[in-house]
């Protein structure tokens, strides 16, 4: 399953803060995300799951350039995104969009669904009056909203329902790439369920690529094809998302993996908890960065950074152990 | 899904009719308003309320005290204090909203651009900073003896000297509403930053701004009364507040009521304009309840 590259990011680096103010000391500033390669095929889900603050969103928002990179590149169907001027920026938005997390803070509250959802044709001067109404509703028919609802305004719906006009905003200027930051993290579980298959629905109906971020494994697990987890601003482990569940590669997908509770309360549970917090994005371990944590350290992890290199199964590893097959067999419960 | 939309048609849906709604369950709004309703009724109709020409001088009745002729009595040259408050409540008013309409207008520029454009915050509000350093009073007085005694550099003076704080509360909604989701989905959606401030953020950060410009009014009217009595606020011998209690001060010992009737007039007007503000306060700030 050879598809075609939708979005490539290269060495992408983003350092927040950094610069000392005129009063301030100068600082570090934060790596949130740092040195990540990412390739998301055309019309894929690649899963990208972390801990909070590992840097997810901040990629999702890079591969966009909703944010602006320190370092590195992102090439978006063979255009590299990171050379574009601002306007040409604006004019590509239409292809890539992002579906947000939270429901009501990511609608305008003194903008009825309507006009929400109509904006994209106005910003990007498609259609007239008549045409942009006509488009309105279809895109309420296609995420199965009554029409009623572009003349209402979002505080009058539901989580749910504001989810789905988030939706149909993102969607309105049929984009190719779609970057899902935790879009049902804040909804209901029964909710959850809805939109994530309106979601599978509307890929398979418009040939989606998803960028799927979450921290909810099971979603990540059910909805992707792919999955990349992330660790303090890097990737440490691509797989195809049911060969990376079944027999996790690096140490530390092996412990996120072993948090998720298991389906029957009486089967056993062998859980390989981590000792320590996560290192602040500030001070980042010289060597490899999840050697503090990691049960199973040697001395070359705490000198030497793995690269992401791949396994010979096809897998993408960061981790020494991991690469020269040295690393202890690890079972997970199932 | 159908009970969530299914709401009666009298329901208040735009969060605008929400306000409105609120607003009119507010006590202090409703006293606010109807006392500044009343003001300003006194004000547009001063011509067919007052009981006698308020510039008319007659020196047999000079200093006479309030009777059933002359109800709030007559100044040193026999002006009617009744008429003249109320001509007086024109040119106050007057006053108070162009200064609230020109703060609002240069502060919501001024606030805008600051808190929406990271470059250009520093410079900006340093300089707000530098002229909110002067007492505000201060700062009016020196553009009025600069400018000179007209109502239109009075009303200068005092948008100049409400202007710097008016910015800051601008600036700071703008930072607020700048960071919300929806701000980021409208780029996202290829926005230009003049339509992100315009139809995003500045329709949400409103707000602040509608209460502090109550203020700023009823500030404007008791400054008003603070320039003319020191002689640098509208030139007599048209009368505002603050230059019939100016001219009533050499007789405050045998005619106190020169002064005392325009002094209610403004409390009047100051407490109607502070308790609409309150009402408005409670209703679009809510945080800001104390």
Known sequence: MTREIAIEARGLTKVFGGRGSVFGRQTGGARAVDGVDLIVRSGETLGLVGESGCGKSTTGRLLLRLIEPTAGSVAFNGRDLTELTKAELRRSRGKMQIIFQDPYGSLNPRMTVGDAISEAYVIHRIGDRASRAKSVLEMLDLVGLPRSAASLYPHEFSGGQRQRVGIARALALRPSFVVCDEAVSALDVSVQAQIINLLQDLQRELNLTYLFISHNLSVVRHISDRVAVMYLGRIVEVAEADHLFADPAHPYTQALLSAIPPSHPDEPRHRHELVGDLPSAHDIPVGCRFAPRCPFVQDRCRATDPQLSPLPDGRFVACHRAADGSLPTYRLNS | ?290
Not at chain 2, 96 to 110: D, K, Q, S, V, Y
């Open chain 2, 1 to 290: 899904m159908s009970i969530a939309i299914a709401k009666p048609e009298l329901a208040p849906r735009s969060p605008t009719m929400i306000v409105i709604v609120r607003l009119f369950q507010s006590r202090s709004f409703l006293i606010g308003a109807a006392l500044v309703l009343a003001i300003a009724l006194v004000a547009v109709f001063a011509d067919v309320l007052s009981p006698y020409d308020p510039l008319r001088n007659s020196f047999r009745t000079r200093l006479r005290p309030p009777d059933s002729t002359f109800w709030f009595g007559t100044d040193h040259f026999g002006r009617d204090i009744l008429s003249r408050v109320i001509h007086g409540a024109r040119i106050s008013l007057v006053i108070g909203l162009m200064t609230a309409l020109l703060t609002g207008i240069a502060g919501t520029m001024i606030g805008a651009v600051a808190g929406f454009f990271p470059t250009l915050d520093n410079p900006i509000m340093r300089l707000m900073d530098a002229l909110m350093a002067f007492p505000a009073i201060v700062l009016a007085i020196a553009v009025a003896a600069v400018l000179g005694a007209s109502v239109v550099n009075v009303i200068i003076a005092l948008s100049i000297a409400t202007t710097p704080h008016t910015a800051r509360i601008v600036r700071a909604s703008v930072l607020v509403v700048r960071e919300r989701e929806f701000i980021e989905a409208a780029r996202a959606l290829g926005a230009s930053d003049l339509r992100v401030l315009c139809r995003h953020v500045m329709p949400n950060a409103f707000g602040p701004l509608i209460v502090r410009l109550t203020y700023v009014f009823a500030t404007a009217i008791l400054a008003e009364a603070a320039l003319s009595f020191i002689g640098v606020g509208p030139p007599p011998p048209a009368p505002s507040f603050g230059s019939i209690i100016a001219q009533g001060r050499d007789f405050i010992t045998e005619a106190p009521w020169i002064t005392i009737f325009p002094g209610l007039a403004i409390i009047v007007s100051v407490l109607g304009l502070n308790l609409l503000g309150d009402g408005l306060r409670d209703v679009l700030d809510p945080r800001m309840r104390t």
